[in-house]
């Protein structure tokens, strides 16, 4: 663990705000280099890029501070976290606008942005694990147990590095569709949609061994994750049965020919 900050030649760098700097450029360089000509221009994507960065962090940063109940001034100065999937909420409802205001191919754009997603996140994690920011587990005995005495929010029991674990189960996922040449392919929206499940269901899982509050037995990010699961569920069967839809009025008229 490095701690809040670290220094180089006497600059005091925050560590979160690096490593999350760090994670979404590799993300937008991901997306930049497998867009192929869904963007207009590379000004086109400039002007998506800042806009995604702005929207993403005032959900994640609004999003923390409802999770954490605390007053609005604390909002405007900074002491309030971040919420990844309050980012993730923003960030979605702005990239389905900006689709459909700019006349983009939205499901070939959520397929990419899906991918880079990963990316982002399974750097992002890492960052929480260096800071210590207390998204970590509940205590164990396991032999990779970690403590964070220095971290942002400390401990000094061995609990689980649930940051180390979200990290490496995302990192999987995009090595597999990457590995099976994936991306970037027809039908447009299945592989989002996959994606999406398979990122629902692994917060869900990490959330039991996290610490948290519970709201009917679930924490806000299990409800959440449950919601998402549900929505790329079902746009996934609706897209499925659109292509079969399309394959077999083709195939009659291949007939009919």
Known sequence: MIGKS??????VIPTFAFIHVIAFSAS???????????FKSKFHFLEFSIYLF??????????????????????????????FLGGLTFG???VLFFAKIQKLDFFQLFDNAAMALLI????????????????????????????????????????????????????????YYKIRKTDNCPPYGLLGCKIMICYSIIRFAVEFIRTNTKFMGLSQAQ???????????????????DIKSSALIQSSEILKG
Not at 136 to 160: C, E, Q, R
């Open 120 to 175: 982002g996140i399974s750097i992002g994690r890492i960052g929480c694990f260096l800071t210590g920011d207390g998204c970590y587990g509940v205590p164990t005995d396991l032999p990779w147990g970690m403590a964070f005495p220095n971290g942002i929010t400390p401990t000094s029991l061995k609990v689980h590095p649930t940051s180390l674990y979200e990290s490496l189960a995302y990192a999987s996922v995009f090595l």
């Open 223 to 241: 409800w959440i994750s449950l919601f998402i699961l549900f929505c790329a569920s079902g746009c996934m069967y609706f897209l499925k049965k």
């Open 54 to 83: 702005l929207i993403t962090h005032l959900g994640a940063h609004i999003a923390g501070w409802l999770e954490n109940s605390i007053k609005l001034s604390d909002l405007i100065n900074n002491k309030y976290g971040s919420n």
């Open 28 to 38: 937008l360089l991901y997306l930049f280099r497998s867009q192929r000509g869904i």
């Open 92 to 94: 979605s409802i702005f």
């Open 6 to 11: 670290f220094s180089i030649f006497d600059f």
